[in-house]
């Protein structure tokens, strides 16, 4: 009898520490993938876990990252192709967007009529609902009354807009010519606004190093080229951005054959990278202060260090996330490329003008926040092209608008002649680079500020 109440105390015994182990143990291996060293030799381990978002990892033992980080090294060594890592001699990822894209419509002869033919808004409340002072845009009272850009503009009888020479989902042509993307949609808006035709918007491309020029010498009217807002090109360069079209980061993209699942791994490797941006001074403050000895090589333009990648002269680039998702779209075979998981950057993209025309800064400043407003109250492509009666949060907005935007010199229907032209800022960013396009996007940080995501506006009303 003994000998079995002893036997019984040892199988529970067994099973108590059998739980507290699985529980220590934590998660099962297979829900952690791409374990690496990605704070620097010391650790700590992290990994990926599924329910991790872009650029965030769970801390595990160091004991995962010591046993696989040599194989890894390894296999990133020992898996250099002796092809071009875009195969089937890609050079260069081609710059034509889907057929017939969604975006493009809005320069079709399809779109929504001028202004003098576009559904009007009815008459302004004679007392709107009054602003908080922090949410108003500078005093206008010493805006020019002529002889500023907006007169330039409608003399010329066309909009001049910089765009990128080719990047998918933000600006790029089509087979038909046609510019299609999420800056090039934004220029079409803000020739909505100032001619009540989103068709008088004419697409300059620039390449990176000769856009802001253009925009000094008065080639272009804006500047609608994923580019980041920083202060030194506020302060130092005389520019003024007038707020953040796309919330995007700084990553890297590599052949899978390489081996890599972090950008720790990079020490040894060659990276590309294109000159003259902050992505270049973002990657090598990443490199020195995460001890990564990476050889880089630095390309006076994009498309040259497209092509060295592809060519296999560098195994792995670095640039904004949204341009390596456009990228890889745009590959012969993209299922062989990686996006590395690391996010090293804040890289807040916008419209840009010259410091010095108010007037203008507020036009281009404004017709931003109202296409996220827009999406916010739900106004849309097809109630805003509509004769239909609007909801009481889309009049607010539209008659709020128009009685600010008349002190601007534009119409009173302004605002809704733009999301008739082009959608809402939701519309624009599913059609280029949302789930239904080609890049197949989450919203993430640019979904609404009361969806998850950080994107916000000034209210207009």
Known sequence: MLRLRMRADLGLRGAV??????????????????????DG???????????????????????????????????????????PPGSGGTSAPAVAAPATPPAAAAAAPSSPAPAAEAPQSPPVAAQAPAAPADALPPATAALPASGGKLDEIRARGKLL????????????????????????DFCRALAAAVFGSADKAEFIPLETNERFDALKSGKIDVLSRNTTWTMNREVDLGLRFAGVLYFDGQ??????????????????????????????????????????????????????????????????????????????????????????????????????????????????????AGLINAEEVGLDKASAASTNPLSDDQLRLVDGAGASGEKLRLGKSWLRDVVAAVGNYGEMYEANVGKGSALGMERGLNALWKRGGILTAPPMW
């Open 17 to 38: 520490v059998a739980v507290v182990l699985a529980v220590l143990a934590g998660p099962a291996d297979a829900a952690y993938k791409l374990c690496a060293l990605r």
């Open 161 to 184: 807009c910089g765009v990128n020479t080719g990047l998918l989902g933000f600006s790029a042509q089509s087979g038909s010519g046609t510019w299609a993307g999420l800056d090039a």
């Open 251 to 368: 990553g890297f993209m590599t052949s899978d054959d390489r081996g890599f699942v972090s950008a720790q791994q990079l020490s040894g490797s060659k990276v590309c990278v294109e000159g003259g941006t902050t992505t270049e001074k973002n990657m090598a403050f990443f490199f020195k202060s995460h001890q990564v000895e990476a050889q880089t090589m630095v390309f006076p333009t994009r498309e040259e260090m497209l092509k060295a990648y592809a060519s296999g002269a560098c195994d792995t680039y670095s640039g904004d996330r949204s341009a390596l998702f456009s990228d890889r779209a745009s590959f012969a075979e993209p299922a062989k490329h990686a996006i590395l998981p690391e996010v090293i950057s804040k890289e807040p993209l916008g419209p840009v003008v010259l410091k010095g025309d108010d007037e203008w800064a507020e036009i281009v400043r404004w017709t931003l």
């Open 41 to 83: 030799p010391r650790g700590p381990c992290t990994c990926k876990n599924d329910g991790d978002g872009a650029g965030q990892f769970t801390v595990v033992p160091m004991s995962r990252c010591k046993s696989a980080q040599p194989d890894a090294a390894k296999a990133g060594a020992a898996a250099a192709p002796a092809t």
